[in-house]
């Protein structure tokens, strides 16, 4: 039987990354899934959390659940925009009885991508081939926040072709964190110059990863570097050679 599900885009996949958007819509639909795109959805308000605006932040987040309310499940392509909803909704609405029930029942129907795929549908081989040496950021918000760590992983070893390679120090911040690396940039670009020695290191020519704003800080850093190093979302190596 196959399982309804809602896609939420996410902002930096709606502005820069569409190709990325392309292959969640084609790895989702190839596993069963009938898919809708519900009109209106924005931002899930973890810039205005991050920066200490609750108000404005509690704002976005209000819209994002109306949106999403006759829903059955909701599919997110980022590991960073899951976690705020699942830890930055219960503070936003800590004080507001109704719009916590509201926050607790949309959050018990948002899932991260990987996640999604191997947790609810079962699924480990979507049947991609990829002969390419790859290796894998393990982004800080979807590991630490979220506790989805094996998923992304166990979808990327069963890509046919695929020679994986361990990042070393891959659980190590890339040095974005939102608006810390505006606010701290020369801490932030320490860091990034730390995860993209080790990224050099294992010899891969792609580095995956689960949320684009850390796979554009080190793609950024790559290419200042000169490196070959191609950077994709896990969604578009599973969208390949099917």
């Excluded at 690396?181 to 689960?210: F, H």
Aim: glycine share 8%; aromatic share 8%; proline share 3%.
């Amino acid at each position: 039987m196959s399982v309804k599900a809602s896609l939420f885009i996410t902002c930096i996949a709606d502005l820069m990354y569409a190709h990325v958007g392309k292959s969640v819509v084609n790895v989702l639909r190839r596993s069963g899934v009938r898919l809708d795109f519900p009109e209106g959805q924005t931002c899930c308000g973890q810039p205005a959390f991050s920066s200490g605006y609750y108000k404005e932040a509690a704002k976005v987040a209000k819209k994002t659940i109306e949106v999403f309310a006759k829903s059955e499940r909701i599919v997110i392509p980022s590991g960073s925009c899951a976690a705020m909803i699942h830890h930055g909704y219960p503070t936003l609405f800590a004080d507001d009885p109704v719009w916590k029930k509201r926050a607790d029942e949309f959050i018990h129907k948002c899932y991260e991508f990987s996640q999604f795929i191997v947790d609810v549908l079962g699924i480990t081989d979507v049947g991609a081939t990829f002969k390419k040496r790859v290796t894998y950021h393990s982004s800080c918000h979807m590991t630490r926040m979220l506790g989805v760590e094996e998923q992304p992983k166990i979808l990327l070893k069963n890509v046919k072709g695929i020679e994986y390679v361990e990042l070393p120090y891959a659980f190590d911040c890339c040095g974005f964190g939102g608006t810390f690396s505006m606010k701290m940039a020369d801490i932030s670009g320490a860091i990034l110059e730390e995860k993209v020695d080790n990224v050099i290191s294992t010899g891969a020519e792609v580095l995956v990863g689960s949320d684009l704003t850390c796979l554009m800080n080190i793609s950024g850093m790559l290419s200042r570097r000169g490196s070959n190093i191609k950077v994709m979302h896990l969604a578009q190596v599973l969208d390949q050679g099917v």
